[in-house]
């Protein structure tokens, strides 16, 4: 019996010609989808959209296109800038080059559709698909110029806005203050605001203790989320002499 059925699988395999063995090979996997972030640094102008090089293998190119979500075959697609030639933008969390392209013209309050596909040198594609409406993505950069004047018990802290912000008197911003310190080596910290205005004094620190302080914007009605954290600044409150 067990020869027979031996024999009967060997004929099998001879009929189709190896066909049987192909497709229980493994195929191989899917080049993952781009990590595409969109964010809005000047509400209500140019939209931006970018990602990072992929690690594994380098596309042959990117189609990057977009179009609003009741408008399907309004499709727009838009040039793909590469690190090279985008050096400024940057990921602020590893400081590493992104590939980007900008929305510009986005309507307020309207749906869009963002389509980035990574094309690779054997043909096969990945695609990242996902849907905003501009005020969801809404992120200032961060504050500049963050300056801080020591008092006696107290801290003058002033800054800039973020000179990417263009619209203050029609789209103002609030701000966040983020104090860091250290207690027996364990980092510890405090966000307080927030704040309408470029400065604020702060009181109740203790004299003696180093601070690391930060300051991240946001869009005054709560549009998006709050920028980065600014570059940070240490201060010091000095000790009162009795």
């Known amino acids: 019996m067990a020869k027979a059925v031996f024999v009967a699988v060997s004929l099998l395999l001879s009929f189709l010609g190896g066909r049987a063995l192909e497709d229980l090979s493994p195929t191989a996997s899917p080049p993952p989808p781009p990590m595409v972030h969109c964010c809005c640094s000047s509400y209500p102008k140019v939209a931006r959209c970018s990602w990072p090089e992929p690690t594994h293998s380098s596309p042959v190119h990117y189609i990057a296109t977009y179009h609003e979500t009741n408008q399907p075959l309004a499709t727009n697609t838009y040039q793909v800038i590469p690190p090279v030639a985008s050096s400024s933008v940057l990921d602020p969390a590893s400081s590493q080059q992104m ?78 203050i983020r104090f860091q310190w250290n207690i027996r080596g364990k980092p510890k910290f405090v966000n307080i605001g927030p704040f309408e205005t470029n400065s604020a004094e702060l009181r109740e620190l203790r004299t003696g203790r180093p601070y690391m302080v930060q300051v991240c914007a946001q869009e005054l009605l709560g549009l998006g989320e709050c920028s980065e954290w600014s570059e940070a600044v240490n201060v010091t409150i000095p000790k009162v002499k009795l």
């Open 99 to 176: 590939w980007h392209f900008q929305l510009p013209n986005l309507k307020l309050f309207t749906d869009y559709i963002v389509n980035i596909t990574a094309v690779y040198p054997s043909n096969s594609h990945s695609s990242h698909l996902s849907s905003f409406m501009l005020e969801d993505i809404v992120k200032p950069d961060p504050p500049v110029d963050l300056r801080v004047s020591p008092k006696v018990r107290s801290v003058l802290l002033e800054w800039s806005p973020p000179l990417t912000w263009d619209n203050l008197d029609i789209f103002p911003l609030k701000y966040q």
